[in-house]
């Protein structure tokens, strides 16, 4: 029997792409010794996109969400184990 050629993967939409680039800042050596992390627009981000991902980010208690003109910046607390 032939085999058949894999089916290409699909492109990664741009909500994901903005997931990566936003993985990436959250999980750099800085950010994680500072627990802030800068998140900057970039040309390709669509509003819906961000309003989904910042939607997203809220929804964990330790993490504070400020607005700048060119993006956000956020900072989370680690909470102590009892």
């Known amino acids: 029997m032939a085999k058949g050629k894999p089916a290409?993967?699909?492109a990664p939409t741009s909500y994901?792409?903005?997931?990566a680039r936003i993985h990436r800042?959250?999980?750099a050596p800085a950010a994680q010794k500072s627990r802030?992390?800068?998140l900057l627009r970039v040309e390709g981000d669509?509003?819906?996109d961000w309003a989904r991902i910042l939607d997203e980010i809220a929804e964990?208690?330790?993490v504070t969400i400020a607005h700048r003109d060119d993006g956000v910046q956020l900072f989370w607390t680690v909470p102590k184990d009892d």
Request: glycine share 6%.
């Open 60 to 62: 964990n208690d330790n």
């Open 46 to 48: 669509t509003p819906e």
């Open 8 to 10: 290409p993967a699909a």
């Open 25 to 27: 800042a959250i999980n």
């Open 16 to 19: 994901e792409l903005l997931g």
């Open 36 to 38: 802030s992390a800068v």
